[in-house]
Structure formats: structure tokens, C-alpha cells
T-cell receptor, first 113, second 112 residues
């Protein structure tokens, strides 16, 4: 299965600042996905990132807050902009393999103070 | 909207005992049901999955059962070991889509 590397693994950020999370996959994939996992809660899809086109955002998530880049078939970034304490979560990069099952990166644990 | 309910939220068992986690889904179109294990500091990892044309699937100490009529599916872990301690998530989706509805997770603690 694909190996996903995510950086940083964790960060503590001041409110009002932005953090860019990087995701590198060891194989070419058409679609990459960004999930949010709030403390003690389930996984929520933020957006789908396709190479060569704008990301597709799920209800409740907007590009101004979570801009995404997808410059090639193995890399994507998610930026969390103008952060507030409510943005404290684990952010997960993932790919879908064999058209059905997700493989997740190890996540970025973000704390906003 | 569609949702997946997962119970219990926490589960403690003695090493060697069995653990059962149950999920109920609402979307009758769902036909693919994966289970993920998330260890501390790591991302969720697929441990087993089942499709709607199968009632049960087993892989060593873990098994999943599906009752389509009742719209529920369960994860069974036998002979639990301390390394089984983790958060387990169920999910429901429709084959060919990337839309998963995840359960809220079960924190399993296996006591040595």
C-alpha cells in the first residue's frame, strides 16, 4: 500500500497565524484527501485535491480558510489560515487505493493557543 | 443526513477476552464497511473490511459481521492482547465513491 509522509507531525501555533501541512506519497495518485479529526471525535473530510484543478471542498469548509495545493501527483499541501483555538485538531492526509479503501498519513497534531 | 452510530465509546477488557464493537448505518445504499485502528500518535489504519454481498469475514483474531436488514455491522476481536489497545473507527460508504461516513470511534483498552 502507499506510504504517506506528513509534515510537521505536530505544532503549536499562535492564533491569527497560518500553518501549512505537507503531504508526500510514494506513488502517483489521482486524488488526495484532507481530513480533520477534532479531539475525541470522528474523521471529517475537508476537501479532495486533484492535480491540475481546484480542490473540491465539503460543506462547512471554504478555500479561504483551508487553501490546498496539488502541484503534482505525489504531493499536496493544506494551509490552515488565520487560526483560532477551534482549529486545534489532527489533520490527516489520505489517498484512496484500489478505489475503495483509504490509506492515511500519520497526521499533524495542531494546537492553537 | 446519513450517519453511522458506533458503540460503545470506550471498552475495557481483560487480556485474552473478546471485544465487540457495533455500528449502525442509515444509508441503505451503503455497501462497503471498513474498520480502522488508530494507535496513539498515528493515522488510522485499515484492519478489515466487508462488502454487502458477504455476511461475515475473518482475518486471524479479528472478524466483521454484517446484517444488511438491520443495517448494522460489528467488529469482533478474540484473544485480545495489549497491542490491540487503540481507537477503532467503523465507516460506511458506497463502492466507487470516496464518501465515507465514519463512526465516532471506540477506545479499546486491553488490561494485562
Amino acid at each position: 500500500s502507499a506510504v504517506i509522509s506528513q509534515k510537521p507531525s505536530r505544532d503549536i501555533c499562535q492564533r491569527g497565524t497560518s500553518l501549512t501541512i505537507q503531504c508526500q506519497v510514494d506513488s502517483q495518485v489521482t486524488m488526495m484527501f484532507w481530513y480533520r479529526q477534532q479531539p475525541g471525535q470522528s474523521l471529517t473530510l475537508i476537501a479532495t485535491a486533484n492535480q491540475g484543478s481546484e480542490a473540491t471542498y465539503e460543506s462547512g469548509f471554504v478555500i479561504d480558510k483551508f487553501p490546498i495545493s496539488r502541484p503534482n501527483l505525489t504531493f499536496s499541501t493544506l494551509t490552515v489560515s488565520n487560526m483560532s483555538p477551534e482549529d486545534s485538531s489532527i489533520y490527516l492526509c489520505s489517498v484512496m487505493e484500489f478505489s475503495t479503501s483509504y490509506t492515511f498519513g500519520s497526521g499533524t497534531r495542531l494546537t492553537v493557543v | 443526513g446519513e450517519n453511522v452510530e458506533q458503540h460503545p465509546s470506550t471498552l475495557s477488557v481483560q487480556e485474552g477476552d473478546s471485544a465487540v464493537i457495533k455500528c449502525t448505518y442509515s444509508d441503505s445504499a451503503s455497501n462497503y464497511f471498513p474498520w480502522y485502528k488508530q494507535e496513539l500518535g498515528k493515522g488510522p489504519q485499515l484492519i478489515i473490511d466487508i462488502r454487502s454481498n458477504v455476511g461475515e469475514k475473518k482475518d486471524q483474531r479479528i472478524a466483521v459481521t454484517l446484517n444488511k436488514t438491520a443495517k448494522h455491522f460489528s467488529l469482533h476481536i478474540t484473544e485480545t492482547q495489549p497491542e490491540d489497545s487503540a481507537v477503532y473507527f467503523c465507516a460506511a460508504s458506497t463502492s466507487g465513491t470516496y464518501k465515507y461516513i465514519f463512526g465516532t470511534g471506540t477506545r479499546l483498552k486491553v488490561l494485562a
